[in-house]
């Protein structure tokens, strides 16, 4: 029997800080965090309101970048990349959720997932072929060229997690997915997540709700900027997405 492949790094933040100066004030939101995040895990980012979570996120995204510290991503130093470099890896390394949807109201669904891939250099008709799958795994290929307007919010995450998934990304974040989703919708899309979780996606949720943390195997506590807790728990199993599309 051969021994099991070494679990790779994919995210390796090491001593980040980053300090915001507004006029006359300085503020440090992260003051030295250090995480190392392997292929395949699902991790919850915790804490507080103003903690810092989404600054560690943005910085994770390569949406921001770090005031010292460095960050190395699927073993290259992404600190010293230059802003089309940085815009390069976003669009093939990640994939991202938002709380607030951010789909794009006048183009259809399947449009909405294909934003990215046209980023991305993709022709047209394998654009298409790919948001099209996706939109299935969703549950929501009948709605492919309805707008935005006319579905749920629970099913405007699902668009946004088609459209992140779209580009086959090494990490999948997610800040706040469910923050404007009901508690039924809101364990459906964490369902969707442990699932692909399970197919072996990295998954990274900013939460400060404790029930969706429960969905993820390792929680990171962030509070005041600095790392408070990291520890391991067996994640919360939901029932398998229903799909209502
Ligand atoms: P969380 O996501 O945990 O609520 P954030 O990362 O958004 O926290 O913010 C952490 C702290 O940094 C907060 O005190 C916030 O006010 C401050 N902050 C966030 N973004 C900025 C910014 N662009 N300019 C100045 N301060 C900021
Ligand atoms: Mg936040």
Redesign the pocket.
């Known amino acids: 029997m051969s021994a099991p492949a070494p679990r790779e790094v994919v995210v390796d933040i090491r001593d980040v800080r980053r300090i915001?100066e507004?006029g006359d004030i300085v503020?440090e939101?992260l003051r030295g965090v250090s995480v190392q995040i392997m292929r395949g895990e699902m991790v919850a980012l915790m804490?507080p309101?103003?903690?810092?979570?989404?600054?560690?996120m943005q910085i994770i995204g390569l949406l921001d970048r770090p005031s010292s510290g460095t960050y190395v991503l699927g073993g290259r130093d992404v600190t010293t990349l230059t802003e089309n470099e940085r815009a390069a890896a976003r669009n093939t390394d990640i994939g991202f959720v938002f709380q607030a949807f951010h789909l794009l109201p006048r183009l259809s669904l399947v449009e909405n997932v294909e934003v990215p891939l046209t980023y991305a250099g993709v022709p047209p008709r394998e654009r298409r072929e790919r948001a099209l799958h996706v939109l299935a795994r969703v549950g929501l290929d009948s709605k492919a060229r309805n707008l935005p307007s006319q579905i749920s919010g629970g099913q405007k995450q699902r668009v946004a997690i088609a459209r992140a998934l779209a580009g086959s990304p090494t990490l999948l974040l997610a800040d706040e997915p469910t923050g404007n989703l009901d508690t039924r919708t809101s364990e459906e899309v964490m369902a969707f997540f442990g699932e692909l979780h399970r197919e072996g996606t990295t998954v990274v949720l900013?939460t400060h709700e404790q029930d969706i943390g429960a969905y993820a195997e390792r929680v990171v506590r962030?509070r005041d900027g600095v790392i408070e807790s990291d520890t391991r728990q067996t994640p919360r199993m939901a029932a398998p997405l229903r799909v209502t599309g």
């Open positions: 915001y507004t503020f939101a804490g309101s103003g903690s810092g979570k989404t600054t560690l900013v962030v």
